[in-house]
């Protein structure tokens, strides 16, 4: 099993942001691309993935999110915005 831990000090810990425009809302583009980077090698999903997101921006720090591989889940960063 492989975990990896991202912890950001901006990223927004309330779901009302603005998905056209990730950069403004607690550079959220780039935990999109540290989801996709967990869970997508080459050309399939990992398998046994344990991703731990520590967000501690406003309104509401800390908050943990944990993300557990599925061979369902979407890979598109504009699916992982949504």
Avoid: Q, W
Wanted: a positive charge; proline letters at 5%.
């Amino acid at each position: 099993m492989r975990e990896f831990i991202y912890y950001s000090a901006k990223a927004r810990t309330s779901g009302n942001f603005d998905t056209s425009n990730l950069m403004k809302a607690g550079r959220m583009d780039i935990v999109c691309n540290v989801i996709i980077s967990a869970f997508f090698i080459s050309n399939k999903m990992r398998e046994d993935v344990h991703l731990h997101l520590i967000f501690n921006g406003a309104p509401n720090p800390p908050m943990h999110l944990e993300f557990i591989s599925n061979s369902k889940m979407p890979i598109s960063k504009k699916d992982v915005a949504g």
